[in-house]
């Protein structure tokens, strides 16, 4: 994949704005027609959406950015910003639709034209689902947690407006007005889970999560292949080997013991080797590997420890 491709981050992130835009136009004058307060709630979340994809859109350029003096491992962190920034716009825009539902279900008022506001609603729902299908996949193989934050604030969105048009119907076929606040309550609880889930997981990699136990494996498989032992003595062995994840990147440090009379000119060869067979095992890695004899040991306390 390029950036030139259309499935990249940002040119996804792109649409999503202008998607956002068309869906505030709709949900708002489905929400001045029929004076629902789940619509309203529906159109508020629209405005989030809209927020966050130009912030998401930021990072993401960010992200991009090459590794400079300041910042010598890169930019790719900065994605989860915008993951953590949409879950609290989420959580935000659940808790002012609470409100809103609470103060409607204390008041109740007749709906007005639920046909065409109902129609409008579903279209907008439509528009999200389609873009949030397009969004996941494309984060899964860019590993862009900023696109997946965006494209999992849009499936909220639609399960809002899923939520919103079977409460009004309800609350037309059997009169009960209270349903209206009812059902835009229930869809903010929802809301909130999926909020929370986002600023979880996007803290969990700010703070250099490992990456994931099918790349330990990956990693592991290929320290296995290089490592070697005669007569039960090891000559190369892996230890002190900790991985995280940053962004689209993986990183992986870990000790490289061999004889101690090589020389250093064999002992590099060997080293490149390796991280040729990493980088070709887990496309994306940075493998650092320090050299050591094997009569060296280090003293350092890592949680993560693989030896091979």
């Not at 984060?139 to 009004?168: I, K, N, P």
């Not at 689209?248 to 101690?260: G, I, L, N, T, W």
Request: proline share 3%.
């Amino acid at each position: 994949m390029t950036k030139n491709d259309w499935r990249a981050p940002r040119n996804l992130l792109k649409v999503s704005v202008v998607v956002a835009i068309v869906t505030i136009v709709l949900k708002t004058l489905a929400w001045w027609l029929t004076d629902s307060v789940a619509l309203l709630s529906d159109a508020m979340e629209s405005f989030v959406n809209l927020a966050s994809a130009l912030f998401a859109l930021h990072m993401v350029t960010v992200a991009a950015r090459p590794a400079d003096d300041g910042h010598p491992y890169g930019h790719h962190k900065a994605e989860y910003f915008s993951a953590g920034f949409e879950g609290i716009l989420i959580v935000g825009a659940a808790l002012g639709i609470i409100v809103s539902a609470v103060n409607r279900l204390l008041h109740p008022q007749a709906l007005g034209q639920l046909d065409v506001g109902l129609t409008l609603s579903v279209v907008s729902a439509i528009l999200n689902g389609a873009l949030a299908m397009v969004m996941l996949r494309s984060a899964r193989q860019y590993r862009s947690a900023a696109l997946e934050g965006d494209a999992r604030h849009l499936m909220t969105d639609v399960w809002t407006s899923g939520g919103v048009v079977v409460g009004l119907v309800a609350a037309t076929l059997t009169g009960w007005l209270w349903l209206d606040a009812v059902v835009a309550i229930a869809v903010a609880i929802n809301i909130l889970r999926e909020g929370w889930h986002l600023i979880w997981s996007s803290s969990q990699s700010l703070m250099d999560e490992a990456v994931e136990p099918e790349v330990k494996a990956s990693i592991q498989k290929v320290l296995t292949l290089f490592s070697h032992s005669r007569e039960g003595s090891e000559i190369i062995r892996f230890d002190h080997v900790t991985s995280r994840r940053a962004g689209p990147r993986c990183f992986v440090d870990m000790h490289m013991h061999m004889p101690a009379h090589w020389t250093l000119g064999r002992a590099a060869a060997l080293r490149g080797d390796v991280e040729l067979a990493l980088v070709d095992a887990v496309p994306g890695l940075i493998a650092t590997i320090q050299l050591l004899p094997n009569d060296v040991e280090t003293h350092v306390h890592v949680s993560e420890v693989d030896s091979a």
